[in-house]
């Protein structure tokens, strides 16, 4: 069963910048399209990035375009998102998942990381 750990969170001034990590425990990372949630405190879950399976293909959630960006390493089994100009908003828990059938939808994600929590305040 493919295993996810997300790393990098922390906390961070507003206007700064963290970068997460998720790392799974195969090398068939490749297959799986990857998709970055968060979920702040009293919220629900939300997307907030997608990357296919190759890379080819990323989406972002509206209020991260143009801040965050996904990217993968397959040869290193990881997914990246950087995250710029954060904002006390972004702060909450960030989930990688994985996705066995390239889908980026909440329900299509077939495997989950435990979360990592990043808080943007001054």
């Known amino acids: 069963q493919l295993q996810l750990v997300e790393s990098g969170g922390g906390l961070v001034q507003p206007g700064g910048s963290l970068r997460l990590s998720c790392e799974a425990s195969?090398?068939?990372?490749?297959?799986?399209?990857i998709g970055w949630f968060r979920q702040a405190p009293g919220k629900e879950r939300e997307g907030v990035s997608c990357?296919?399976?190759?890379?080819?293909?990323?989406n972002y959630a509206d209020p991260v375009k143009g801040r965050f960006t996904i990217s993968r390493d397959n040869a290193k089994n990881t997914v990246n998102l950087q995250m710029n100009s954060l904002k006390p908003e972004d702060t909450a828990i960030y989930y990688c998942?994985?996705?066995?059938?390239?889908?980026?939808?909440?329900?299509?994600?077939?495997?989950w990381g435990k979360g990592t929590l990043v808080t943007v305040s001054s």
């Open positions: 195969e090398s068939t990372l490749g297959y799986y399209a």
């Open positions: 990357i296919s399976s190759r890379g080819w293909s990323t």
């Open positions: 998942a994985a996705s066995s059938s390239n889908s980026c939808s909440y329900s299509g994600m077939n495997y």
